[in-house]
């Protein structure tokens, strides 16, 4: 069974910058759609982006211009680069992917994906 391992948060200052890596245990997992959750305290889990095995990247409202889904498919690696960091950014970071179901025109729900991080905690002071 594939796992995917998130890295990268922690804590930062309101206008810092982080850049999250979630990669794959098993070189031959081939995910079509990869996407990035976050859940704060006390909210439901939302869409944060994704991104489709062809490149296709898509962003929840709000989230494109300060954060930037990518990936290394040779490393099976994604990756969320985050800038301009918030107070309001304030959750656990989740990493998701699915092989079998595509992403490319828009973000998914949490229900379309099937293999999950444990998340990593990403916490913005002001």
């Known amino acids: 069974e594939v796992q995917l391992v998130e890295s990268g948060g922690g804590s930062i200052e309101s206008g810092g910058s982080l850049r999250l890596s979630c990669v794959a245990s098993r070189d031959t997992f081939l995910g079509r759609c990869w996407a990035w959750f976050r859940q704060a305290p006390g909210k439901e889990r939302e869409v944060v982006a994704s991104?489709?095995?062809?490149?296709?990247?898509s962003y929840a409202n709000g989230m494109k211009g300060r954060f930037t889904i990518s990936q290394d498919t040779s490393k099976n690696t994604l990756f969320l680069q985050m800038t301009s960091l918030r107070p309001e950014d304030t959750a656990t970071y989740y990493c998701a992917a699915d092989s079998r179901r595509s992403c490319r025109f828009g973000t998914p729900p949490p229900s379309h994906l099937a293999t999950w991080g444990r998340g990593t905690q990403v916490t913005v002071s002001s």
């Open positions: 991104i489709n095995s062809d490149g296709t990247a």
